[in-house]
């Protein structure tokens, strides 16, 4: 007897037919034809179930702030920083957790689960933490936020900046971050590397920066950030995330960065989709994509995560809480086009971001919670095509959120009366 019984569900490595049992918030059985009885029974008809989207990278300290105070006009990062440095004096708690928890219907909508967030902790006053460590309990039945202690003005470049990175981590936010191609010089931003490195290391904690957002090709600091990962024993635990700047690095210097990104075992997070919006701005033609090397870096053996970074803040003014997004744009921006490309792309937006964050008893196996998300869709590559209806998200056995199937009519003379996915399938999908 399960609490709930999905049947007919494909999953992402292909099989078919397959029924899910769920007891106690947990997946307790995956088998062919699975017939048992429950108190719920879904039939997936078919479509592909995925564990849940994960987000590994965000900003909901800012997301739907968008017009406050004004608009980007630029659009560039830079009048992005200048905005919300305007912004940021006038928040309020209130507003904050109101706009982040309003953001997490919408993402739960699109059957993301687990979001790792960054907080800027330049503003003394830490509003934006307190905000955020009670939505994280706010959301916690539902979705899994994590912190990440963001200086976004410079950790040596804002002279309270140290002191209030502390603060945060005392409080209770879980991630050391940073901004070193930020700070005044490359020598600063070396040594913020290595100051944050030894919090992180002191106080067991793991390390995520926004690292190298540039498309200077000499800015170099992931370099440091592998040297100090291995040098202070955080291997598995360091993310560097956007690495633009290795877009635009000389091919030969690469070849040598790579192997040391992946013997320290960093993680890697591009950012897709802000990435193209904003790299390149000092180009004229031919004009950079900005985007880091997410196959030459996948190929090496690097865990790459692809995150949202914004949802209609100052620096974004698109954006739809929809991980699909995401990886749509980066098969396009990388030219990731074959079925196995997009199905890495895939892991790249559920499984491998998972691991980034060290999201604990996910997936779809038997022991892990029961937490998944069926979409409109036969498969993952036609899920990063479509970007389809999530038609259930489930949390810990639960059903939290439904969109119906889309079902488009037709009236065409000749034509059938309903349009028909299936007939819009490769002959060959292999
Ligand atoms: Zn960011």
């Not at 170099?220 to 202070?232: G, I, K, P």
């Not at 004009?287 to 090496?300: D, F, N, S, V």
Request: aromatic fraction near 4%; hydrophobic fraction near 40%.
């Amino acid at each position: 007897m399960f609490d709930l019984l999905i049947v007919n569900a494909t999953l992402p490595d292909g099989r078919t037919g397959q029924g899910i049992g769920i007891r106690d918030g947990r997946i307790a059985e995956i088998a062919p034809g699975l017939q048992a009885e429950a108190g719920q029974i879904v039939d997936a008809g078919g479509h592909l179930l995925s564990p849940p989207f994960v987000d590994p990278h965000f900003h909901m300290d800012a997301t739907l702030s968008l017009g406050l105070p004004r608009m980007n006009r630029s659009g560039t990062l830079l009048e992005g920083i200048a905005l919300w440095g305007d912004l940021r004096p006038t928040l309020t708690k209130e507003a904050v957790v109101e706009r982040a928890v309003r953001y997490c219907d919408l993402a739960v909508s699109k059957g993301l689960m687990a979001v790792r967030s960054h907080v800027d902790v330049s503003d003394p006053r830490l509003v934006t933490v307190e905000a955020l460590l009670e939505v994280r309990e706010i959301v916690a039945p539902y979705l899994d936020l994590q912190l990440v202690a963001f200086p976004q003005d410079g950790y040596y470049r804002h002279p309270d900046a140290a002191a209030a990175l502390e603060r945060a981590l005392d409080m209770g936010v879980d991630v050391v971050g940073g901004i070193p191609h930020f700070e005044r010089t490359m020598e600063a931003g070396r040594a913020s590397v290595e100051a944050l490195c030894r919090i992180a290391a002191d106080r067991g904690l793991g390390v995520d920066m926004h690292c190298d957002e540039t498309d200077d090709p000499l800015s170099r600091h992931v370099e440091t950030l592998a040297e100090q990962t291995v040098r202070f024993g955080l291997q598995g635990r360091v993310a560097g995330s956007h690495l633009t700047s290795m877009h635009s690095m000389d091919n030969y210097y690469v070849s040598k960065l790579l192997p040391l990104m992946a013997e320290a075992r960093l993680a890697a997070i591009p950012n897709p989709l802000i990435n193209i919006m904003i790299q390149g701005r000092h180009d004229t033609y031919p004009k950079r994509r900005g985007l880091t090397r997410i196959p030459e870096l996948m190929a090496a053996g690097i865990d790459v995560g692809l995150g949202q970074d914004c949802v209609m803040d100052p620096w974004y003014s698109m954006g739809t809480g929809d991980l699909l997004d995401v990886a749509h744009m980066a098969v396009h921006a990388t030219q990731l086009g074959s079925q196995d490309d997009k199905r890495a792309l895939f892991e790249a937006v559920t499984v491998n971001s998972a691991r980034i964050i060290g999201l604990q008893d996910y997936g779809l196996q038997v022991g892990c919670h029961a937490d998944m998300v069926l979409l409109q869709a036969r498969d993952p590559a036609e899920a990063i095509r479509l970007r389809p209806n999530r038609l259930k998200v489930i949390r810990r056995g639960k059903v939290i959120a439904e969109t119906a199937p889309e079902v488009t009519r037709l009236s065409l003379p000749g034509r059938p009366g309903e349009l028909d996915p299936a007939a819009y399938a490769p002959r060959d999908a292999s």
